[in-house]
Structure formats: C-alpha cells, structure tokens
C-alpha cells in the first residue's frame, strides 16, 4: 500500500504568508475607497457666490462686458436676472478658475469668474440691474450692477499719474476706474467757483471691490484743501469748500498701496 504524500512545513507557512498579503491588500484597498469617497465629498461644491463685478457698472445703449468673480461659479449653467425686462439681455459667454491677486485671498476674492454679455438698450431706465448665478449647486445670492447713461459717465483714460495728466472730469460725472498697481494714483482735474461746495464720493468696496479709496483735493498751486479715508466703511467720502474761483484736482488711490484688474471704482464729483 502507497503511503500518502507528506509536505513540508514550510509550505503551510507559505500558504500562510499569502493569505496574510492577500487579507492586507483588501484591507489597503478598502481603506483607499474609503479615503477617496471622503475626500469626494469633501471637493463637493456649494452654492456659487458671487463677490465683485469687474467692471463694476454697465451703460446703457451698448453691451457690456462684464466679469463676475466669486466661489464656485466656474460649473455655472445660466445668468439671470431677478426681474425679466424685454430692454436687457444677458449672456453667459466663459466660466473659469481665476487666481486672486496677491496678497488677496481667494476666499474674500473669489477663485472662478464667469463672462455675461450684458444688453442694456438706451430705451431703458438707468436703474440698478440685480442678478444671480445659476450652478448645479445651487443658486447665487443677488448681486447688483448700477446702470449709466452715456452722459453721466466716463471711462478713466491712463496716463493720469499726476496735475499734467490729470483727466479732466465734469460736475455731475462719474468716473468708472481702476487702480492697477500699488503705485497707482489716478487723478482729475475740475473747474471750481470760489465758495461752491463739492462733494467726492468713491463706490468700491460697497459693491464688493477689495479697494480700500483715499481721496484728496488739491487747488492749483497744489496745496491740499481736503482729504479723506474711510468715511463709508473703506469707500472715501470727501466734501469741501472752494477757496477761489479756478482748476482743481482731485487724486484717487489705495490706502493702502494696493492695486490690481479687480481694483475698481466709481468716482462721482457733484457740487451741492
């Protein structure tokens, strides 16, 4: 009678082994689906915000590009607009990350913009235009553009870094602007009546631009007459009285030596 087969010990403990590395390996893997499914939710998106309009504003009679930049518009789906109006159309025209200018952080400033193509026909009234963004996500808070005729308002020209290049500016103008650099001050110059009253008043950072607005007046001779810094939150109020009849300059920069393509402005000069 043939006795059976005996095996070595070692090939038990070989068995052994690669049950051992088989069972390691699944625990691994599971592991590895578990931290991948994690960290899924943890890049899930929320509701798309929207920060700043670059530029701030829209004029009427022409179509308006415009940059919305926020967080988590870059899967937006649609612009819209709270109130339907037949003398407004708007188009979603790019979505895309965008980096946030240093030293600004992404999450004040946003880290994806989207393009809209805005519409605004001259028959339509000069009233602000409410928007939001649309995301599988969900949908943005509203966000107000103002709306210019052509009359009240002027794009700032550069170069105007100093009294020989100031931009000349109305009483009753706005200036839509921007300051580009840390070491840009953009100034006008205006006509001014001895004891006329002018009022300066700066929209920046109310409508979402990191622009912290300091203004400053000058007369002729380039004596300071007034300045001002923060008086509505970070945006610059400035009110004084005229010396004398003849040109003035008024100059508009970052308080705080700051400047990029989403330092933007609106610069309203009136006489009261």
Not at 79 to 90: E, K, S
Not at 171 to 190: A, K, P, R, Y
Request: charged fraction near 20%.
């Amino acid at each position: 009678m043939r006795s059976k087969p005996s095996f070595p010990q070692s090939g038990g403990r070989f068995v052994f082994v690669r049950l051992t590395f088989f069972l390691t390996a699944l625990i691994s893997l599971s592991a590895g689906i578990s931290f991948a499914q994690e960290k899924k939710k943890e890049e899930k998106k929320g509701p798309p915000q929207i920060l700043v309009a670059v530029p701030l504003n829209a004029i009427s009679g022409t179509t308006n590009l415009i940059k919305l930049r926020g967080l988590y518009l870059d899967n937006a789906t649609a612009v819209r607009l709270i109130t339907t109006n037949a003398n407004i159309q708007i188009t979603l025209k790019s979505k895309s990350k965008a980096d946030a200018p240093k030293p600004m952080e992404a999450k004040k400033l946003g880290d994806t913009q989207v393009e809209i193509s805005l519409i605004v026909t001259s028959s339509a009234p000069a009233t602000p235009l409410t928007l939001f963004v649309v995301t599988p996500d969900g949908e943005s808070k509203p966000h107000t553009i103002p709306v210019f005729i052509p009359a009240d308002i002027v794009k700032e020209k550069e170069f105007n870094g100093g009294f020989r290049q100031a931009q000349a500016l109305n009483l009753g103008q706005t200036i839509q602007g921007e300051i580009s650099d840390g070491n840009d001050v953009d100034t006008f110059q205006f006509s001014g009546k001895a004891a006329q009253t002018i009022a300066a008043e700066v929209r920046a950072a109310q409508l979402g631009s990191p622009l912290d607005a300091s203004l400053t007046l000058f007369d002729a001779r380039g004596q300071i007459i007034a300045s001002n810094d923060d008086a509505s939150g970070n945006d610059a109020v400035l009110k004084a009285k005229l010396p004398r009849d003849g040109i003035y300059y008024l100059a508009l920069q970052d308080a705080h030596g700051r400047g990029s393509s989403v330092h933007v402005y609106l610069l309203r000069l009136k006489a009261e």
